[in-house]
C-alpha cells in the first residue's frame, strides 16, 4: 500500500452488479469502510443471468438478501429438469430430497429487479454508489493500482483513489482487457441465442419454476427459465458455425432450432415471442491473473464459465463475498499488494474447475449422470453437492475419478490461481 497518497475512499468497486453489491455491501455494512460504487448504467437495466442456484442462498442471507427475495414475489426454483433430444423429460431433480435447509428453495429472478435490489442494499449498507459513470482507465504508481479515472454521463472527467480498487466490471471486464489477461476456454467456446416469451406453457404444481435443460442432439442444448408473470426466459447454446449455417437473422435461427425438440416447441407454441433477440459469445474465460498490487478480480471480469449449470449468479455473489473478506484483510495488514489475494484465486478457482469438469461431462454425447451414479451410487451426494453450488473449499477427487470412467475430462488451468505483483502492471 502506497502511503503518501491522498485516498478519497478506503475501496472503489467497479461495476453495481451482484459481485460488485455483494462486496460493496460487505465492505460497508460489516467491515465499516468507506466504498464508491462506479456504474456505468442506469438501473433497472435488462440482464440475463436469471436462475439462481441453492447455494447462492449463503452469500444472499449474509448480506440480508433472502427475506427481500421471499417478499418481492419472484418465481421459486425448486428443481432441475433435463430433456432429452427426443423431448422426453427426466424425472426432476429436487433440492429439497438432497437437503431440508432453507436453500432447497431458490429463485428464478428478473436481473432488472434483483440487480435493482441489490443496488438498493449496497447503499443502505453505507456505500456511495453513482451510476452513468464510465471507468476509463486505472490510475498507477510505481506499478500500483491507486485508483480510477471515470467520466459521467455529460462528459465531464474525474478521478478517485483509494488503496484497493475492485474491478466487478462484468463482461466489460476491464482490466482484463487492458492487460490482455484473458485466457479463453481451449473447448467452451459456445454462443448463445435468447430471447423471452410471454404466456408458455409451464409445468405443473412444485415444478412449475424448474429450469429445463433441454438436448439438441450432437449440437447443443436450450435453456427454459420461468419467470414471475408468466414470462419466460429461453435461450440455445451451440457452436458458431452449427447456428451461423443459414445465415445470421437471430429471429429465423431461434424459430429453426425450436424444432429441433419437440419439449421445447410445445412449451413455446402456447406462448408469443417478445422483445429482443440477443446472442453473445466467449461463454468461458478466466483472468490469467485473480489480482495485481492494489487491485482484486470478481464476478466476470474474473471469470465466466459455460452456463449451463446456471453457475454466473453464484459465482458472482461468491467471488464478491470471498474477494470482500480478502480485501478486508489486506487493509487491516495495511499490504494490499497482489499475493495478499493469492488464497483468494485458489480458492475460487478450485471451485470453478470442479463445476467445469462437469460442463465438460455434459458435452459428451455419451455421458450420463445415471450411469455414473449407478455403477457408483457412493459419488451421488458429491455429484449432488458439486451441481447445487457447493464449489469451495471441498474436495471432489473421488467423484472425478469415477466420471472419467464416463468422459473425457479437462487438465486443469493454471489461470486466475495467483496473484502477481508490480511485474503485471
Known amino acids: 500500500m502506497i502511503t ?3 485516498y478519497d475512499c478506503d475501496v472503489i468497486i467497479i461495476g453495481a452488479g451482484p459481485a460488485g453489491c455483494t462486496a460493496a455491501t460487505i465492505l460497508a455494512e460489516e467491515k465499516g469502510r468507506k466504498v464508491i460504487v462506479l456504474e456505468k448504467e442506469f438501473f433497472p437495466r435488462y440482464h440475463v443471468g436469471e436462475s439462481l442456484i441453492p447455494h447462492c442462498w449463503d452469500t444472499l442471507n449474509r448480506i440480508g438478501m433472502t427475506d427481500r427475495l421471499d417478499e418481492k414475489g419472484f418465481q421459486v426454483k425448486q428443481s432441475v429438469q433435463f430433456v432429452d433430444p427426443g423431448g422426453e423429460l427426466s424425472t426432476p431433480f429436487y ?20 440487480d435493482t435490489m441489490m443496488m438498493e442494499r449496497a447503499r443502505e449498507a453505507g456505500a456511495q454508489v453513482r451510476e452513468g459513470i464510465k471507468v476509463l482507465d486505472f490510475i498507477e504508481q510505481d506499478g500500483v493500482v491507486v485508483g ?21 466490471s462484468g ?27 410471454k404466456g408458455a406453457k409451464r409445468d405443473p404444481g412444485i415444478d412449475e419454476g424448474a429450469t429445463t435443460v433441454a438436448y439438441v442432439k450432437g449440437k447443443g442444448w436450450f435453456w427454459n427459465i420461468p419467470l414471475k408473470d408468466d414470462i419466460v426466459s429461453t435461450g440455445i ?11 445470421r437473422d437471430l429471429a429465423q435461427i431461434y ?10 416447441e410445445d412449451h413455446l407454441s402456447e406462448g408469443e415471442q417478445f422483445g429482443e433477440y440477443w446472442v453473445t459469445g466467449e461463454y468461458s474465460y478466466r483472468a490469467e491473473n485473480c489480482a495485481a498490487d492494489g487491485l482484486v478480480l470478481i464476478g466476470d471480469a474474473f471469470a ?7 453457475s454466473g449468479v453464484y459465482l458472482a455473489l461468491t467471488t464478491g463475498s470471498l474477494g470482500a473478506d480478502a480485501v478486508e484483510k489486506a487493509l487491516a495488514e495495511g499490504n494490499t499488494g497482489g499475493e495478499q489475494f493469492s488464497d483468494y484465486g485458489e480458492r475460487v478457482c478450485q471451485g470453478i474447475e470442479w463445476m467445469r469438469k462437469l460442463v465438460y461431462a455434459f458435452y459428451d454425447e455419451d455421458f450420463s449422470f445415471k450411469d455414473v451414479v449407478t455403477k457408483y ?13 457447493d464449489l469451495i473449499d471441498k474436495d471432489y477427487t473421488e467423484l472425478f475419478d469415477r466420471v472419467s470412467e464416463f468422459a473425457e475430462l479437462p487438465k486443469e488451468l493454471p489461470h486466475g490461481k495467483v496473484a502477481r505483483g508490480r511485474a503485471l502492471v
Open 4 to 6: 503518501n497518497l491522498s
Open 95 to 114: 433440492f429439497s430430497e438432497h437437503t431440508d435447509h432453507p436453500r432447497a428453495k431458490t429463485w428464478q429472478v428478473d436481473r432488472e429487479t434483483f
Open 148 to 168: 480510477v479515472r471515470a467520466e459521467d454521463a455529460e462528459g465531464n472527467g474525474f478521478e478517485l483513489r483509494a488503496p484497493v480498487t475492485i474491478d466487478a
Open 171 to 197: 463482461r466489460d471486464a476491464l482490466f482484463q482487457r487492458k492487460k490482455k489477461l484473458r485466457k479463453r476456454d481451449p473447448k467452451l467456446n459456445k454462443i448463445a441465442i435468447w430471447t423471452l416469451y
Open 237 to 247: 447454446v451451440a457452436e458458431r458455425d452449427y447456428l451461423y449455417r443459414d445465415g
Open 255 to 264: 424459430e429453426r432450432e425450436i424444432k429441433e425438440n419437440k419439449w421445447v
Open 304 to 310: 465466466f464459465l459455460d452456463p449451463v449449470f446456471s
Open 377 to 389: 451410487a457412493e459419488v451421488r451426494r458429491d455429484l449432488t453437492d458439486c451441481l447445487i453450488g
